[in-house]
């Protein structure tokens, strides 16, 4: 089957989450842990409609990796496969995204070099 999303939705498969340890020891299940959920883009919408009924274009690419709130969207199960379906704007950060030839690419900053923000 093939699926759509729409609007500024975002189709992602979340990558493994294993339980943890907290510092005292005792091993903390993966629904416990507070920090963001990782995952791979599979579908990204078309984009918010604006009021002159153009479209606001997504910044996502399908093959992204992107982290997210935990408790930011749904689960849904299609095809065997449990997949959480988001709305763009709570995607916090994209840690890599696929080139033109398909492969990743990631920026490391070197020792000592600062990180450049855009103003």
């Given at each position: 089957m093939s699926y759509r999303c729409l609007e500024d939705s975002v189709l992602v498969l979340p990558l493994s989450?294993?339980?943890e340890k907290s510092t005292?020891?005792?091993a903390l299940p993966s629904?416990?842990?507070?920090?963001p959920i990782t995952g791979t883009v599979v579908s990204v919408g078309?984009?918010?409609?604006?009021?002159?009924?153009g479209r606001f274009p997504s910044d996502l690419k399908v093959?992204?990796?992107v982290a997210f709130p935990k408790k930011s969207g749904d689960k849904i199960h299609l095809d065997g496969v449990d997949y959480i379906c988001i709305p763009e704007r709570y995607i916090l950060l994209v840690i890599s995204e696929p080139d033109?030839?398909?492969e990743y690419e990631?920026?490391?900053?070197?020792d000592d070099e600062p990180i450049k923000v855009e103003e």
């Open positions: 989450v294993t339980d005292g020891g005792i629904h416990m842990a507070e920090r078309p984009g918010l409609k604006m009021d002159d009924g093959g992204s990796i033109d030839d398909g990631r920026y490391v900053p070197e």
